[in-house]
């Protein structure tokens, strides 16, 4: 077998998975492996320094649609159903199906302690719905990629079903909607770049329009009665630590 050909794979730091040499993110963690697509020389080989390590390939049995060196990627399947149930809480709201009074928080919960996990998916406002369904939808699926759909589940019941149980113990007020839900993703998403950002070295995320939509999100409360107040700085909170202590587990 020649070895003058270019290399067939190279090991992600993050995981240690064998992915292409000609993609630049690892399609099983989601971090970064280069900034650009590497340049190949005459010879079809990777110009990237002389001393360039030879890895023996080692594939496993290939699923469907899947080719060397890059894994079949999974579909955001508990994101989609965050998204979908939204939605439908959004449709209950205008419609006399169900009584919306029962699926959202008033005051205290006490016995009728469900209504903390439904009332992050009932939304009386369509601004609300829409921007925060749209945090929840991108930031949840960009987590879904890289640490699987449990993880999402949890986020989203951390902030959004804990949230607005506090906010209900601290207040006798009306709250709904998951604006803790969508700042937990958001912000366990952001913790590595902010990391590298802190440290002063180069990151590939894009902070700057996350921060926007961060501020957007935690200010929603403004325009819409039902968004909380409690449950944006739970979700803040929640998101943060999972974030720094998967940070921590994966490096």
Known sequence: MSTGGPDLFVVCKNCGSEVSPYITECPYCGTRLRKRAPKL??????????????????????????IPGIRHESHPYATGLLVLAGALGTLIWRTSLLNPLSLIVLGKPGNQWWRAFTAPFVYDNTGYAVLTLLVIAVYGWLMER??????????????????????????????MGGNGAALALLCAWAVPDLRLLVHKREYEGDLLATGVLAAVVVLMPLAAPGASWVAAGVGVAFGLMLGLLLTRIHH
């Open 146 to 175: 890289r640490h699987g759909p449990v993880l999402v589940f949890a986020l989203a019941l951390a902030g959004g079903a804990a949230g607005l149980a506090l906010a209900g113990h601290l207040s006798n007020g009306l709250f």
């Open 41 to 66: 020389d005459r010879h079809g080989r990777i110009a990237e320094g002389r001393h360039r390590r030879q890895l023996t390939p080692s594939l496993s049995r290939l699923r469907r649609g899947e």
